[in-house]
């Protein structure tokens, strides 16, 4: 039966208050989705600096309490906002830990830039999510309505499943017990890669148990996980795709977790991330010169015409300009992409990356831009206007990542008419079909894949899309169409999310 549900999200970013890379678009646009599905969704993450500047900003509520953290008594209290659709969203305030993000200064939030330009984890990092985790625990007497399901997501969040079974399960209020047994917990894995691990006297810091710090319960090789954590503790599991769902139960992406996310393999499942169109549409989209549709596509080529403006590169219509927009990692395959840059480039192609990250691959990117520098356009920085507008002016999209849970950018392409190339894998290899002879024959092609992390086989997709670009252009208008027609948006997913939170509904 299809009851109506109370899920409180609690995350550590939510695009428009902080926002690093998918989480947090994610986190904006499930929650909004459910509450469009009848339901009453919430969110709670913390109050950064940047969270301030929010629109409809945030306002201070009168909702104050204390959280236990090691050996200190930290106060806080909730200010509160609202989206679309009805959803509140709950921000934790506590300045030491939340107030210290400025990118003018190189300080994210997560991390700060050291004097020698290098990136760092904050030290305090454990103690502010042990914070934060308790705080979400300690909030629930103090919200407007009792959730049914709390969904935790990443290892910033991954303790709450923990202190809930051992801690506040169940706690008294002054007329009964207060409803903590009655919470589902789902945890979202939206990148395995990042587990939250630190070393193993921060037990004490979070106030748990020795008895937990065990291989099958909280110790990572010899270290407290709060992704394993969640992952051990949660009553159900799902990352952002079934293929990254299977692939992370292997040694190559499950980073040190594929044993215990095999042996949990029963609990876990994969749901391919939404687009929020209301956000990302070119029909629509407010940061575009042109917006365009897949019935009038002319605002295309005055997209393409002003982006190669704002990135300073030669004003060519002709020219196959190939867009990238990522987090500067190891997992985006940056290396794949200045590997094949050179073959772009020389081919008369043009390239525009915008991204930020770590300091090698600027400096890479910084040095292929100086010897084309007609061709090649860089933005090293987070913009997320900029991001759009790459999206609607590149032919074509280059996402080549080693790993991909799910994957936002492609699908953002597919809409864009800008056809994505991509690595099979996770959630790319879910969403894009190969312009093989068959898929374009049959009317499925979107985009180009290739299998193998290498350079060679990277090339040989980018060099499809060019020929094809080129020499084939009603080919590549279907692709073009056949990306733009397709719907990827919240409303399938989050109908896979409700099928989760059902089961996970406990009676009343
Ligand atoms: P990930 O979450 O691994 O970074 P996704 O494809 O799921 O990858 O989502 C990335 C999101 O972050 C997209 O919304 C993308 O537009 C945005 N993004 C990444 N880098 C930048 C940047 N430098 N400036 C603006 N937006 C960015
Ligand atoms: C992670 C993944 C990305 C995914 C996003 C949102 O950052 O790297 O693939 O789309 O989370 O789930």
Not at 86 to 115: A, C, K, M, S
Not at 214 to 234: C, D, H, M, T, W
């Amino acid at each position: 039966m299809n009851e109506k549900l109370n899920i409180l999200l609690a995350t550590s970013e939510v695009v428009g208050f902080a926002k690093t890379g998918g989480l947090a678009d994610v986190c904006a646009a499930l929650p909004q989705a459910m509450a469009r599905r009848g339901h009453r969704a919430s969110i709670i993450l913390p109050l950064y600096r940047s969270a301030r500047q929010a629109k409809p900003a945030p306002v201070p509520t009168e909702r104050q309490f204390t959280v236990v953290v090691g050996q200190k008594v930290v106060e806080t209290r909730l200010w509160h906002t609202t989206l679309d659709d009805g959803v509140t969203v709950w921000l934790v305030e506590q300045n030491d830990y939340f107030d210290r993000d400025d990118p003018t200064q190189g300080r994210g939030i997560y991390q700060y830039t050291r004097h020698d330009g290098s990136r760092a984890d904050y030290e305090d990092n454990c103690e502010r999510f042990v914070f934060f985790n308790r705080a979400v625990l300690e909030a629930l007497p103090l919200l407007d309505a009792w959730p049914d399901i709390l969904h935790v997501n990443d290892w910033q969040t991954g303790l709450i499943p923990v202190y809930l079974k051992e801690q506040y399960l169940h706690r008294m209020g002054e007329s009964g017990p207060l409803g903590y047994d009655r919470l589902g917990t789902l945890l979202t894995i939206h990148n395995i890669a990042y587990q939250g691990t630190f070393w193993h006297w921060d037990m004490k810091l979070a106030g748990l148990d020795w008895r937990l710090f065990n291989p099958r319960q909280l110790e990572f090789y010899g270290k407290l996980s709060f992704l394993k954590a969640g992952i051990v503790y949660a009553d159900l599991l799902n990352t952002v795709s079934p293929t990254y769902a299977r692939e992370i139960q292997t040694p190559y992406f499950g980073y040190g977790m594929q044993g215990v996310l095999w042996e949990n393999r029963d609990r876990l499942f994969g749901i391919v991330n939404g687009v929020d169109y209301r956000v990302w549409d070119p029909a629509i989209d407010r940061h575009l010169p042109a917006n365009y549709s897949l019935d009038d596509l002319s605002g295309k080529a005055i997209c393409k015409a002003a982006l190669q403006r704002e990135f300073a590169i030669a004003e060519d219509a002709a020219a196959p300009l190939c867009g990238v927009v990522a987090r500067l990692t190891e997992q985006k395959g940056v290396d794949l992409i200045t590997a094949v840059a050179p073959g772009i480039l020389d081919a008369g192609g043009q390239l525009v990356v915008l991204g930020e990250g770590d300091r090698k691959y600027h400096h890479v990117l910084q040095h292929l831009r100086d010897r084309y520098p007609n061709r090649m356009g860089i933005y090293l920085g987070f913009h997320e206007a900029k991001a759009h507008r790459v999206e609607a002016g590149a032919d074509f999209f280059l996402m080549p990542s080693a790993f991909e849970p799910s994957g936002l950018n492609q699908l953002y392409s597919l809409k864009y008419g800008t056809p994505p190339v991509v690595r099979a894998t996770g959630g790319l290899a879910d969403t894009v079909t190969d312009a093989s002879p068959e898929n374009l024959a049959n009317g499925t092609a979107t985009g180009f894949r290739f299998g193998g992390y290498s350079a060679h086989e990277c090339w040989r997709a980018v060099e499809r899309a060019i020929g094809m670009y080129r020499h084939y252009p009603e080919f590549w208008r279907q692709l073009m169409r056949t990306g733009m027609s397709q719907d990827w948006s919240w409303d399938r997913s989050a109908a896979e999310y409700e099928q989760l939170y059902q089961r996970l509904r406990k009676p009343r």
